[in-house]
């Protein structure tokens, strides 16, 4: 709720400065990943908020939401010791292109509305957004891949799709 009672907040302001809201999210709001639904979907919900949100006040407020994908943090410790680890299915990317994004995002001459981190990211985003089809396969062979690997079979919150899996080869 933090980004909704901040912007709440400083909406005066930004519309008499016309001023910029940049939201970090994360890919994960555009490509969706297994076994991370409530992380996923937070971010999907801040996305949705910014579009909202220049639908509201975009004639007088620039929006725009960046979408990192991993970044090495202690956010990550937690899902690590569950055994459900993003290595092997997202990529770290380096704190200092999420600042650039950000830096980039408020300093454009107009305001930009999504803006990747990396070209990768740039990548996944668009195949996410146009061919969701094909979004979903590359998730289920990466998942299908780190099952058969073995590297959820500790994961308790993981059994179920590790069984289906199993079951289904």
């Known amino acids: 709720m933090a980004a909704w009672n901040t912007t709440a907040a400083a909406i005066p302001a930004l519309e008499t400065a016309r001023g910029r809201v940049i939201f970090v999210s994360s890919r994960m709001a555009v490509l969706p990943l297994p076994l991370a639904a409530a992380y996923g979907v937070s971010k999907r919900a801040l996305a949705a908020y910014a579009d909202a949100l220049r639908l509201e006040v975009g004639t007088h407020i620039g929006v725009t939401v960046v979408y990192p994908s991993m970044v090495a943090s202690p956010i ?18 380096p704190a200092s292109g ?10 454009s001459a ?24 094909v979004a979903a ?11 058969a690997a073995g590297d959820l079979d500790g994961a308790p919150l993981a059994a179920g799709m590790v069984r289906r899996q199993s079951a289904a080869t």
Do not use: C, Q, W
């Not at 990550?76 to 990317?93: I, Q």
């Not at 650039?100 to 995002?105: G, N």
């Not at 070209?119 to 668009?126: D, L, S, T, V």
């Open 137 to 147: 396969a590359m998730v289920r062979k990466t998942i299908k891949e780190r099952i």
């Open 76 to 93: 990550h410790d937690a899902s690590a010791r569950a055994g459900l680890s993003l290595d092997g299915v997202s990529r770290y990317e």
């Open 110 to 133: 107009k305001p930009l509305r999504n803006v990747a981190t990396t070209r990768r990211g740039r990548f996944e985003m668009a195949v996410a957004r146009h061919f969701p089809a």
């Open 98 to 107: 999420v600042i650039d994004a950000i830096v980039r995002s408020a300093t």
